[in-house]
């Protein structure tokens, strides 16, 4: 077994402890493996020991390794590809075309970009709203006051259908301040589901914070280093 193998089951083994601790189905609970920096050779291993879903946070890297992996003969069954970094809108057209999920949309411009630009043999393109919970400057998403008013925005538009939701909460050893976001998050995530019947997925939850966000109702965890080890940003 390779170590990145050992390493992908101790991660789905931590989100079945999580799910357990918090009185859920470990089934309610889906994997991202964010594979940015890592070559396609290391997303090939991550599929051989099961997983199906990866998320790319850089578009020109997320696509060459979604053409390698396309082209090649091993992969048999579909992988689920989702961009989760900022988008501008030079680069729209290409995860149109080429991703199956969009988890940073804060801004209706670019959702409507995607819409535009999504073929229609591809269907309609998996879209989640990202929300800044902490108010952080530095960091992309909508307020949370503003989230209604882009759901109402995003789910009218033809090509695109809205999941859910998505956060990166600032890091912090404090678990109460963690389960305070994470709550306001799911309550959120509760509110837009009574509006819209496509919205399944509340992605929050890192290695870091990923059990916290279990206990507060995540759908999906975003786990990289974790997974593939230390990040590469030289290349």
């Not at 850089?58 to 992996?69: C, D, M, R």
């Not at 998996?126 to 800044?132: A, H, P, R, Y």
Request: net charge neutral.
């Amino acid at each position: 077994m390779s170590t990145l193998t050992k390493q992908l089951t101790k991660v789905l083994s931590q989100i079945e402890q999580a799910a357990a601790a918090a009185n859920r189905d470990k089934h309610e609970i889906n994997l991202l493996a964010v594979s940015k920096t890592k070559p396609a050779e290391q997303i090939k291993l991550a599929y051989a020991a099961g997983q199906r879903r990866f998320g790319e946070n850089y578009v020109q890297e997320g696509i060459e390794k979604i053409q390698a992996l396309r082209q090649d003969a091993d992969i048999t069954q579909p992988i689920e590809w989702h961009f989760i970094g900022p988008l501008q809108s030079n680069k729209s057209k290409l995860v149109a075309e080429h991703f199956d999920w969009v988890q940073s949309i804060d801004r209706l411009k670019i959702a409507q970009r995607l819409s535009n630009q999504r073929p229609a043999e591809l269907g309609p393109l998996n879209i989640c709203l990202q929300v800044n919970i902490s108010g952080e400057a530095s960091k992309s998403g909508t307020t949370l006051s503003q989230v209604i008013e882009l759901a109402s925005q995003v789910s009218e538009l033809p090509q695109l259908k809205l999941r859910g939701i998505m956060a990166i909460p600032a890091p912090t050893d404090d678990v109460n301040a963690l389960n305070n976001s994470f709550a306001q998050l799911h309550r959120l995530y509760l509110q837009l589901q009574q509006n819209y019947p496509d919205i399944d997925t509340l992605s929050m939850g890192m290695s870091g914070d990923m059990s916290v966000a279990i206990a507060n109702g995540s759908t999906m965890v975003r786990v990289g280093t974790a997974i593939f080890g230390a990040r590469n940003y030289q290349n």
